[in-house]
């Protein structure tokens, strides 16, 4: 089993940046994947960005430029960075863990889930 535990979400103002941290602990070997997404009250989860053990990483188009994913393998922890932040970015942010290399967009392909951590982005 995985845990996945989330932290840094809060309330910040448009244009701020922030990083938010995901920890995993157990058998994180079998996680080579790990992914944020974000789901916002009333929408569908959505993607934000993932990366792998050697560090090969995805965004979706409307992620790049602002959001930058990376880990640290000896902490067992990924990180992700958000820049010049609005507030159509405030979500729940989700981290996820994946028994695969091959990185991927689609969240039903993820094993693990953390519990979350709430973006508030004032106007």
């Known amino acids: 089993q995985v845990q996945l535990v989330e932290s840094g979400g809060g309330l910040v103002q448009t244009g701020d940046s922030l990083t938010l941290s995901c920890a995993a602990s157990?058998?994180?070997?079998?996680?080579?994947?790990i992914a944020w997404f974000r789901q916002a009250p009333g929408k569908e989860r959505e993607f934000v960005a993932a990366?792998?053990?050697?560090?090969?990483?995805t965004y979706p188009d409307s992620m790049k430029g602002r959001f930058t994913i990376s880990r640290d393998n000896v902490k067992n922890t990924v990180y992700l960075q958000m820049s010049s932040l609005k507030p159509e970015d405030t979500a729940v942010y989700y981290c996820?863990?994946?028994?695969?290399?091959?990185?991927?967009?689609?969240?039903?392909?993820?094993?693990?889930w953390g519990q979350g951590t709430q973006v508030t982005v004032s106007s």
């Open positions: 996820a863990g994946r028994s695969a290399y091959i990185l991927t967009d689609w969240s039903k392909d993820y094993n693990y």
């Open positions: 157990g058998r994180t070997f079998s996680t080579p994947v």
């Open positions: 990366i792998n053990w050697s560090g090969r990483v």
